[in-house]
């Protein structure tokens, strides 16, 4: 079992910077590929980033590509999502995920992540 509170979410103007965080607790973190998943109101729920067990490959969405970056840090159990440039069009409540998969490449679907967190909103204005 794998627990995941999130935080640093909150309300910014188009073209500033949040810095999300996800700090995890339970089983081994470093054994989790982690992402970070994005759900707007009436929309289903998207990968926006995530990172392999190993920290050494990413996969971002087309539409944050250049302006957001994953990282984790596995001394400190604790996976972030940095967000530059935001836009109003990346306003959502913001999940981090923690899946068992063990491939060189993190998974992209919500399927394969069987831990979650409860979420933190991200409100972008115009």
């Known amino acids: 079992q794998v627990q995941l509170v999130e935080s640093g979410g909150g309300l910014v103007q188009a073209g500033g910077s949040l810095r999300l965080s996800c700090a995890a607790s339970g089983r081994t973190f470093s054994n989790y590929a982690m992402g970070w998943f994005r759900q707007a109101p009436g929309k289903d729920r998207e990968v926006v980033a995530a990172?392999?067990?190993?920290?050494?490959?990413?996969y971002y969405a087309d539409s944050v590509k250049g302006r957001f970056t994953i990282s984790r840090d596995n001394a400190k159990n604790t996976v972030y999502l940095q967000m530059n440039s935001l836009k109003p069009e990346d306003t959502a409540v913001y999940y981090c995920?923690?899946?068992?998969?063990?491939?060189?490449?993190?998974?992209?679907?919500?399927?394969?992540?069987?831990?979650w967190g409860q979420g933190t909103q991200v409100t972008v204005s115009s």
């Open positions: 990172i392999s067990w190993s920290g050494v490959v990413t």
């Open positions: 995920a923690a899946s068992q998969s063990r491939t060189a490449s993190p998974a992209r679907d919500v399927s394969r992540y069987e831990y």
